[in-house]
């Protein structure tokens, strides 16, 4: 596609479940991002990936958070046993950092924890 | 370690005023790049702007205009004569090489009519 792609756009999902978030980057982009936004609040980086490598994964803010990236493209963001505090929007952007391009975001999953 | 300082949390102006977005940095790279993002009242982050560290050159696209000074670490956003349209919460963003893309915390700007 043309450009990033999240799904589901919306998740609701109960307070204990484990919840798989995706996202398909521009092609031919090598850097992916994840970052995470509460509502009013600014964005909260979550892990770099370069390739499939993720040389910076300091923003996941605990061992429930886990995500890969395969082929060099899309990319999972796992969230197990959910807690409230997880409820907010999830935002993955791709770039091409060789050339300082900036990055491009998709239009996040609003993920909600009752 | 890299940082990025947007000291104003909100702004509010009446239509037609013109204002100044401050963005601060901090990087020891020599080649770094600079961001400046809009995400408008539907979410979407919207890309406006790419500055190279190597290119101190001011720009100017319609009323939007660009103040990149590395002496002071500063890249600045004015919008002049402000619309209604432009309410928005604007992030500068900064990158170097093999390190995530750093934003600061956010402008919340607020244009009155």
């Known amino acids: 596609g043309a450009g990033v792609s999240q799904s589901p756009s919306n998740k609701v999902t109960e307070k204990g479940k484990d919840v798989e978030l995706r996202c398909d980057p521009i092609?031919?982009?090598?850097?992916l991002y994840w970052y995470r936004q509460s509502l009013g609040q600014g964005l909260e980086f979550l892990i770099y990936?370069?390739?499939?490598?993720?040389?910076?994964k300091s923003g996941l803010p605990s061992d429930r958070f886990s995500a890969e990236r395969t082929g060099g493209s899309v990319s999972t963001l796992t969230i197990q046993r959910t807690q409230q505090e997880d409820s907010a929007v999830y935002l993955c952007?791709?770039?091409?950092?060789?050339?300082?391009?900036?990055?491009?975001f998709g239009q996040g999953t609003r993920l909600t924890v009752v | 370690a890299q940082k990025v300082t947007q000291a104003q949390t909100e702004i509010s102006v009446v239509e037609k005023e013109d204002v100044t977005l401050d963005c601060v940095y901090e990087?020891?790279?020599?080649?770094?790049?600079l961001f400046w993002y809009k995400q408008p009242p539907s979410g979407e982050l919207v890309f406006l702007i790419r500055?190279?560290?190597?290119?101190?050159q001011n720009e100017i696209s319609g009323r939007y205009s660009w103040n990149f000074q590395k002496s002071t670490s500063s890249f600045n956003f004015t919008i002049t004569a402000s619309q209604v349209v432009d309410s928005a919460v604007y992030f500068c963003?900064?990158?170097?090489?093999?390190?995530?893309?750093?934003f600061g915390e956010g402008t919340q700007l607020t244009v009155n009519p």
């Open positions: 952007a791709s770039s091409m950092p060789e050339r300082g391009m900036e990055a491009f």
């Open positions: 092609s031919g982009h090598t850097a």
């Open positions: 990936f370069q390739g499939n490598s993720a040389p910076d």
């Open positions: 990087t020891r790279d020599t080649t770094y790049y």
């Open positions: 500055r190279n560290s190597f290119d101190e």
């Open positions: 963003a900064l990158k170097t090489s093999g390190s995530r893309l750093t």
